[in-house]
């Protein structure tokens, strides 16, 4: 027995208890050695501890059931023991069971002793159970049960640590196709979807590798060198159900990667610069597109970053100009109208659109640029009918990336009144939504746009969500169907196949009351196929490549040769 009154013996019992415990065992431990200094004058035959910590959705891989006897005299146990039980707060229990020596029994003042030694145990054990939860919810993402980055960034740091970050591979990811799993499920049931996925693919790594998402439907992987070609199969085609009381349904999902060895990497800041590179380049592919880093992909990247930098002082500058293609009336070779397309003059250098527009297009930039555009023509609409000039419909581009605004109608038709320009004069040219939420955005802003007197057209049709319900559905004016549907080619295997299925694409949509158009037009023998085909309208080089102002200002004046 612990020698000194009995202030002293309590604190040697917290010194004992509460000497830095970092495990279960550790607790145990610790709480056999300082009830071992009271054991003796307390009469405690035999004290044991049990734990009840169910898994939740804040605790991950608790540990269930733990028993343990922490303090053991050897001598026979008797009754009645004394028990007492603390719920926890996030579900679970922990119980402290005392034994008395056989033949004896807790006197009440003896029993005030054990409430005290028990509260503390519950204390020092409770503290770690906390320690353990705010440790994990810390470095674990709760929606899906795996690590976040910050777990990642501190793996990282242990390997490089040990001169082993080297033998890794860093992948970033975006899973494909997961948008849909909320336009069929509610979010919440998303969200037991995401869980179910991400396990799935923890499942895939071995215990020295990690998964760690970044928010939302993108992740994050640290995967051994000789591990990352099988890796990055497995997860380009994986395939989860789900069930509820109205529907089951099996989703197949990939990814969109970037990935990069960590050669050379010394410090775990620079973890990521490399795979998000190789990302952005892989987004640029489109979905489900893999790309390794390398320098390529890294001066491609700058060269985009460059573009983005470079675009608003551009568009200030007015370095932005607008061309003009030619529309032409196949019935009578008269021009009926024209597109606007954007070119970049730089130093006296012309930028290829294909250069700057996908990068303005991602980024989401377009979006000024066409209002840039709009104004521009407003304001040559505007220049041509103060000097008493006819014009013709022109026909503004307008990204899906407007979709995502809310008043798309609204400014395009104030742009349209501070120019005190006719709505007829312009024709909002959209391209056909690739999924089925856009096309009911879509479907929306043609109805708005037609109630405030603007036409608008459909740009590749045939390539989206829905063309037939697009075409009976949207109140568009005319109708450009996609280059890929033309029989243009005449070395074509399948010409005859393809002149049917464009033949009957005109005859119906001309059954519809609305116009076609077709673009990329460059000889005699394919101007003479629409006509007699029955297309309405033609843009190509046959007649004018894309013209500056002042030449279709000309081309205005001139018209073509019947």
Known sequence: ???????????????????????????????????????????????????????????????????????????????????????????????????????????QQKE?????????????????????LFDQIATTDLETGVRNPAAMMQFAGRLLAEGSLQNYNIIFYNVHNFKYVNKIFSYAEGDVILHKY?????????????????????FLVLVKAEHTDEFLARIQDIRLSYKNEQREKCFILGATVGYSDLTGITHTRDLMARSSIAYQQARKRGAGSVVCFTEEVRQALMADQSVLSDFLPAMEAEEFVVYYQPKVNLRDKSLYGAEALVRWMRGGRLIPPGQFIPVLERDGSICQLDYYVLRKVCQFIRQRKEQGKETVCISVNFSRKHLETEDMAERIAAVLEE???????????????????NYEIMTHVVNELRAKGINTSMDDFGTGFSSLSMIKNLDLSVIKIDKSLIPLDTDCADREKDRILFNHIVSLIRQLGKKTIAEGVETEEQLAYLKEAGCDIVQGYIFDKPLPQDEFEKRCESGYEA
């Open 112 to 132: 005030k002793m054990l409430l005290f030694l028990s509260r503390e145990l519950y204390f020092v054990y409770n503290w770690l159970l906390m320690h353990e």
């Open 1 to 107: 027995m612990y020698k000194g009154n009995l202030e002293d013996r309590l604190g040697a019992f917290s010194d004992a208890l509460f000497q830095s415990p970092d495990s279960i065992e550790s607790c145990d431990r610790n709480a056999g050695q300082a009830i071992a200094l009271l054991a003796e004058e307390l009469e405690i035959c035999r004290m044991q501890i049990n734990l009840n910590i169910p898994e939740t959705k804040l605790r991950q891989n608790a540990i269930g059931e733990h028993t343990a006897v922490i303090y053991d005299s050897g001598a026979k146990a008797g009754t009645p023991a004394y028990e007492t039980t603390y719920k926890l707060a996030d579900g679970g229990s922990i119980q402290v069971h005392i034994d008395p020596y056989d033949g004896r029994s807790f006197s």
């Open 419 to 437: 120019y005190k320009i006719d709505p007829s004069a312009i024709e909002i040219e959209l391209t056909e939504s690739e999924d089925y939420q």
């Open 198 to 218: 991400a396990m799935l693919v923890q499942s895939y790594l071995g215990e020295t590798e990690m998964l760690a998402r970044l928010g939302g439907d993108n």
